[in-house]
């Protein structure tokens, strides 16, 4: 198993962790779920905005808070079709 060293790394994870696990989720659960300060909310948009970028995770607009599945995160990631119709509403 890999150590996850850097903050940056522990975001990633967590972002595919939430999306495998609920489809959505909000910066802000990545902030509670790591237990992060709001001076490292930041990174957690970097990880965001290059996770979009990669595919991996997609918004309805650049104003909407809540990320989902993108279309790389549909075709690599273990999602249930459930998961995946809940993240939808």
Same mark, same amino acid.
């Given at each position: 198993m890999t150590k996850? %060293?850097?903050k940056r790394d522990k975001? &990633?994870?967590a972002t595919l962790e939430l999306l495998v696990a609920q489809g959505k989720f909000k910066a802000s659960d990545i902030m509670e779920e790591l237990d992060l300060t709001e001076s490292q909310r930041q990174t957690v948009r970097r990880v965001l905005r290059a996770q $979009? $970028?990669?595919g991996w995770v997609e918004r309805e607009s650049r104003q909407s808070g809540i990320w989902r599945l993108? &279309? %790389?995160g549909r075709m690599l990631l273990n999602v249930s079709e459930k998961t995946i119709e809940q993240s939808r509403t």
């Open positions: 996850l %060293k850097t975001v &990633w994870n $979009e $970028e990669y993108g &279309w %790389k």
